[in-house]
């Protein structure tokens, strides 16, 4: 549990550094929040941006901030803290291409509900604003199909896709998340604000940034990440060729979740950048069967459908289970993704997939690693028999909402 | 040069033997057309269809059959012939899905052009029956920048994506070959008729059986390997679930051609094919730029384009050349499927490669071979030079037809 002391350290530190610097966070880990602070008054931080954000340290308050928090409505959650989202402690990165990387200093949450716990089967549905009626009905209908499932949809707030995102979830009676470029109490797009409400009063709305904050570019760029970082995997529905979602499915990339996206009309300039992606290392997705058959781990979604008693993975000791999901039943996945997506260290995925790959449940290729004959096997009756019970449901009494 | 006496015997089996039945055209290979006429003559050839075969044998002589072929309007082609297609040549490989195979015991052809020259420079763009609007725009579309751009499109005559395809290619002032499942004398379907005429006239109508047949289901299969196998690459524009055009696909695959799969709105039932193959080995295409990226081999592709003088690939011998090019920018690549694609027999690719990865044109993974950086570098200049032209010149005066 954090300290009082280190949650106005945090906060601070929250409220003065811009999100997406790599270089602070980083710091931070190493001599904790206090110490960084300090250094930053005291003009000991070095760098160009170094006077201004000694100016806006000497003046942040720990307490003030915490306090403004509260009467905003919000609250304050930092590394440490039992609901602080684990997915986010992956975000030690930096991108290329956007120069922003770094897991959050804090994060203001509004919505009575645990985030951790919220985001733990979730899966972020963004894309373009300006969506077609195609996108939107496509978003729409995988964010409800995901509720009915379980899943929690974690979205921009944004027009367009994200919006259809988080109404399809919405509409099924399962909670959404939306995860903001400015203030958590600011409702933007004010054409949204009734959404963002209902986003509040059904799940989550989160923001990396204090009360009352504005969004700038470089602060939907650095949002971009903490939605790929909150989720097992990122669906773009529709994306133009340099459209930001794209930069989302870059993170879940680095980051080693799923990276999908759904295909359209190649006549259409709003699928263009889904299609580049596609023609990369992202995942094609075509409804919610394709999203649950990647981010779907061997264990939990097999939990719904009428199971045979010995599935050859029974019994498996945590990070053994851990490593066999973070297998691929297609391609091949090094042991630094798989240490990545398990959060097994690497030396202890190389002793594990040797004992894996002795009762056949995984197999070595020459580029990595993939899932074994017989694990195959198994989940692929799993999932039929996951689907047939789920489609039973469907026909017989309604399914349940999360 | 195949004497006249083979020629007989080539067309009298090729007027018995069902398309797509290997044994024969492996005995074939292996003791002669006469031989193997022979054996089936006087039932020494094994198998269960063999009363019927023999009877039919028997019954069957080459320079009637021959004649016949005149009469309709048609030329005999048999593997030995000047013009007959290096592609074919690859086919001795049997389909496990449908259990067909093996090359072509003879082609009959109407047209007044070089068959094996007019598919040199081809692409087939295939697809379904009951195709959309968006497919038919899209097949269209293609096809005539194929044509633009020199390439011959390679179809099965059949209603809708092939139609499209056909039509798009013939109203560029460029050549198309309507490869069909029945005589290459009749007009199936009849509704397209016209447009089979027009292919004639224009390009090529090559078919596997003697004038006057109809088509059946497992002829249908047997055409899709010959479109597959004349051509650099397979693209699907639209499918069902499961189509006949994805064994066409299956085929290009098989044939180490480049299987390409144009996707569409995932609401659309006759995208559902191309999404399934999307998810595979098979590559998504957006234009022909897309397709022209993966078909185009360095040299000619480039040859449109202003080029400095030092490119550094300028000056190899030919055999280096040919490995070059079938060195991938992306993934990786097996010697043995380079051998497949260049020509090059495989130690004589090893040879090549090593050679090219000493001047830094390939580079060598655990998993195969790919394009080395400087390569990379030097032919996505050409390329980008190459579409300048082609886009100052479509803005310019009117591109040349063929």
Redesign the interface.
Known sequence: MTSQRERRAWAALASVVEPGTPGIRRAVAEHGPDAVLAALRDGRWEGSAGSALRRRALGADGASVLERTSRAGLRFSCPGDDDWPAGLGTLDVVDPKDQIGGGPLGLWVSGAVDLAELVERSVAVVGARAATA?GT??AADLSAGLGDRGWTVVSGGAYGIDAAAHRGVLAVGSPTVAVLACGADVAYPRGNAGLISRARADGAVVAELPPGSHPTRMRFLARNRLIAALTTGTVVVEAAARSGALSTLRWAHHLGRYGMA??????SAL??GT?QA??GET??V??VG?VLDLVGSLGIDAATAPRGPDRPWDGLPPARLAVLEALPARGLRTVEDMARRSGVGESDVRVELVELELVGLAEA???GWRLGQLARAARSADRRAARAAVEAADGGTPSAGA
């Open positions: 195609y009905q496509v759904v295909p359209g009309p190649v006549t699928s263009a299609h596609l023609r995942e094609l075509t409804g394709d290729a020459p580029a």
